[in-house]
Each structure stands twice: as C-alpha cells, then as structure tokens.
C-alpha cells in the first residue's frame, strides 16, 4: 500500500474544520472494530535512542491524552454504535500506549512532557495539534451536530499521529519506538478511512 494515498485521502475532512492550532500534542471498512487499534508492546525499550525518540514519545503522549480525552466524550454521546465503538477502542489503546510510552521515557531518565510552544518542534515531526479550544467546542456540541463535528475533528488528529509516526520512522534511532511509530501510522490510517467512511454514510 503506498503511504502517500491515505494522506491525500484525509484532505477533504481536514479542510473542512477551522482548527489546528500550531501545538505540539498539545478498522478497514465503513464499520467500527471494537477491537484495539494498535497495541504498544508492555516490554521495556532499549537503551539505544536518539533525541527525536525522546520527543517523539513526549509529543505523543501529549497527543494520546486530548485523543483519550475527545474518545470517551464521543463513546458516551455518539448516537451510532459503529462510532461508539470506534471511539472507546481508541480510548482504551491509547491509554495503554500512554503507560508503554511512559515507560519507556522513564526507563531512559527522560521526562515525559516537552515544551509546548508554537514552532518549536518542527524538526522532530510536530504539526498543527488540536488545541483546547477545539476539545471545548466539541464537549458543547450535542443533538445530530455532535457526531460530523467529532468525526471531522478525529480525522485531522489522527492525522497529525500519522504524519508523527513518520518522522519517527525515518529519524529515530530506538527500534522499539520506530516498531510502534509504524503501528500507529498503520493503525491510525486505518481509522482515518473508518471515519470518512462514517462521515460520508
């Protein structure tokens, strides 16, 4: 499967939402798997790593957290079961990503938060995250608003873990981190094409 075409896919979803903000982290069919997205291995990581591994990690955490965060909003109001599914899976993996990813952080004597400014980590992978404002507006939303609204929101999100997992692909060092950040990218495509799917039925 080339990795260029779920990027063009998601555009049109992204487009349509006016968010992201410039902040660091700050299932195959139209159906919902209750099943986990990705699963992070429980297994320490090694030793060796670089300074993007390390950031890598601190950004996604950050980034797991607002998605947690948005899922169990959704997987208690969404009014289809297909999306209610889709987003207590998400909520229920990447909360076991974020204990793995701690871990891991931990074991290397690294923090496990970064600096959130604006801009200041476009050379590890950062993009345009979803902020507080947007997770605000989203939590007001309710009736037959709610479910496009957190749908096209998920989308762009997902997407940023996406273009994250990446760059960690193509400038970590850790192979445990790397193995992950392609299961996210994987994982993540693939829920992408869930949502639109959702969206366009």
Do not use: Y
């Given at each position: 499967?080339?990795?260029?075409?779920?990027?063009?896919?998601?555009?049109?979803?992204?487009?349509?939402?006016?968010?992201?903000?410039?902040?660091?982290?700050?299932?195959?069919?139209?159906?919902?798997?209750?099943?986990?997205?990705?699963?992070?291995?429980?297994?320490?990581?090694?030793s060796g790593?670089?300074?993007?591994?390390?950031?890598?990690?601190?950004?996604?955490?950050?980034?797991?957290?607002?998605?947690?965060?948005?899922?169990?909003?959704?997987?208690?109001?969404?009014?289809?079961?297909?999306?209610?599914?889709?987003?207590?899976?998400?909520?229920?993996?990447?909360?076991?990503?974020?204990?793995?990813?701690?871990?891991?952080?931990?074991?290397?004597?690294?923090?496990?938060t970064t600096?959130?400014?604006?801009?200041?980590?476009?050379?590890?992978?950062?993009?345009?995250?979803?902020?507080?404002?947007?997770?605000?507006?989203?939590?007001?939303?309710t009736g037959?608003?709610?479910?496009?609204?957190?749908?096209?929101?998920?989308?762009?999100?997902?997407?940023?873990?996406?273009?994250?997992?990446?760059?960690?692909?193509?400038?970590?060092?850790?192979?445990?981190?790397?193995?992950?950040?392609?299961?996210?990218?994987?994982?993540?495509?693939?829920?992408?094409?869930?949502?639109?799917?959702?969206?366009?039925?």
């Open positions: 499967m080339s990795r260029r075409s779920p990027r063009h896919a998601v555009l049109p979803a992204v487009l349509v939402l006016p968010l992201l903000l410039t902040a660091c982290g700050g299932g195959h069919e139209q159906h919902a798997s209750t099943e986990p997205a990705s699963a992070a291995s429980d297994a320490p990581a090694s790593h670089n300074d993007h591994d390390v950031m890598f990690l601190q950004m996604m955490i950050a980034h797991h957290e607002q998605g947690v965060e948005m899922a169990e909003v959704a997987a208690g109001r969404a009014k289809r079961e297909e999306v209610r599914n889709l987003a207590a899976a998400v909520a229920a993996t990447q909360t076991e990503e974020i204990k793995t990813m701690t871990s891991w952080l931990r074991g290397w004597s690294k923090p496990t600096d959130h400014e604006p801009g200041s980590h476009a050379e590890h992978g950062g993009l345009p995250a979803t902020g507080p404002k947007e997770i605000r507006t989203l939590k007001r939303t037959a608003a709610f479910e496009p609204a957190f749908l096209n929101l998920f989308v762009a999100h997902q997407h940023n873990a996406v273009k994250m997992a990446e760059a960690e692909e193509d400038k970590g060092a850790n192979a445990e981190a790397k193995a992950f950040a392609k299961r996210v990218r994987e994982s993540r495509t693939d829920q992408i094409r869930q949502m639109l799917g959702m969206l366009s039925g």
